[in-house]
């Protein structure tokens, strides 16, 4: 009896499993993302360079900060999509979304960083502002009515991030304090929740928006601002805890400022993204991960303490690729390994790194 028993529940776990998996892949018409270079597939390269030597193509033509897949391609795969083109492509087949992000690309307007004399600035125009420029130019090609959109947009997912990274980076880079850039974080936030709340008002219900990562943990940044003083380094991590802070009061801020908006938005949910989590665990534990090389140890670089050497960055004379990428958690010193991203997309899927976990809210 029990053995017959047996086949018949594994065939019924089965079945739920596929149902779930299909229930997941039909959910959403598209994926539409904004971002800078941790989500960029291929933009900067079609707009700016054919050949940027320190990023790998994939797949052809299109180009990724990583040795494979970002968060973003993990998350077209769990819904069943195929990886989103980027919105410069030639291709104008954007049906099931596109991709908006640049590298570099800041939260504010170029003009702000004019205006108030920060001039270690991204090379192009491709700020949040300018892409949701884009996103309304493409609308043509998705949709033909504003009733016929919001109905599309209803029905998509859209991610806004991260953003801040560079906008701080950019004006600590011009002799800011860590003080004075933390007195731009407000404004910051209020241009990621602006652009927020024009998507949700073109007709989106789930917008998923990152925090910024760990400033303090990404080698690049403990090579700059490397200090002579062990009290500023985090003891469990190897990070710098000034910088962290910056990234944690960003966090603290776009949180405050989503759970607002749901409040004003019932009718949406926005998400919170947390790529600080999953990084400070890395760097806590990273065996735990399978990351043997460790957190802060680049994988692709041209020596240093962190293998991180601006002048030998990864793919410029000098800098040797690691055998084993997905050992490490940083690519080339400033992005993570497809490991790295995974953890985070599986963490934003199912919990614990996203606030709700994207499964949640779908079932709502």
Request: aromatic share 12%; net charge negative.
């Amino acid at each position: 009896m029990k053995a017959s028993i047996r086949p018949l529940v594994f065939f019924s776990l089965c079945l739920s499993c596929l149902t779930l998996s299909l229930a997941i892949s039909d959910y959403y018409n598209a994926i539409f993302s904004f971002g800078d270079s941790f989500s960029d597939t291929g933009n900067f390269v079609i707009m700016e360079s054919p050949v940027l030597p320190n990023i790998p193509k994939f797949p052809p033509p299109y180009a990724r900060c990583s040795n494979g897949r970002l968060v973003i391609d993990f998350m077209a795969e769990y819904f069943g999509m195929p990886l989103l083109p980027p919105s410069q492509s030639i291709s104008k087949n954007f049906t099931q979304g596109a991709n908006f992000a640049v590298i570099g690309a800041t939260a504010l307007p170029l003009e702000y960083f004019h205006k108030n004399q920060i001039y270690e600035i991204p090379p192009i125009n491709s700020s949040l502002p300018v892409q949701l420029e884009w996103f309304d130019d493409l609308k043509q090609y998705v949709c033909n009515s504003t009733q016929e959109c919001r109905d599309f947009f209803r029905r998509s997912l859209f991610i806004i991030g991260e953003f801040g990274g560079n906008d701080y980076s950019f004006t600590m880079k011009s002799g800011r304090t860590i003080d004075q850039v933390k007195g731009m974080v407000p404004t910051v936030v209020d241009a990621i929740m602006s652009a927020v709340e024009k998507l949700i008002n073109d007709g989106a219900r789930h917008v998923l928006v990152p925090g910024n990562l760990p400033s303090g943990c990404i080698p690049i940044m403990l090579t700059i601002y490397q200090s002579s003083n062990k009290d500023d380094y985090d003891p469990r991590t190897g990070c710098l805890k000034n910088l962290n802070s910056l990234s944690l009061y960003h966090n603290a801020v776009l949180r405050i400022a989503i759970e607002k908006m749901n409040k004003k938005y019932p009718e949406a949910r926005v998400i919170y993204g947390d790529y600080y989590g999953p990084v400070i665990q890395y760097a806590r534990t990273p065996e735990l991960f399978g990351f043997t090389n460790g957190a802060l140890m680049v994988c692709c670089g041209g020596g240093g303490p962190y293998n991180y050497n601006a002048s030998a960055s990864c793919g410029l004379p000098g800098a040797i690729q690691c055998t084993e990428p997905n050992s490490h958690v940083s690519w080339d010193g400033i992005h993570l390994t497809e490991a790295a991203y995974h953890y985070i997309a599986n963490g934003w899927m199912k919990g614990p790194y996203a606030y709700p976990p994207l499964i949640s809210v779908m079932e709502e």
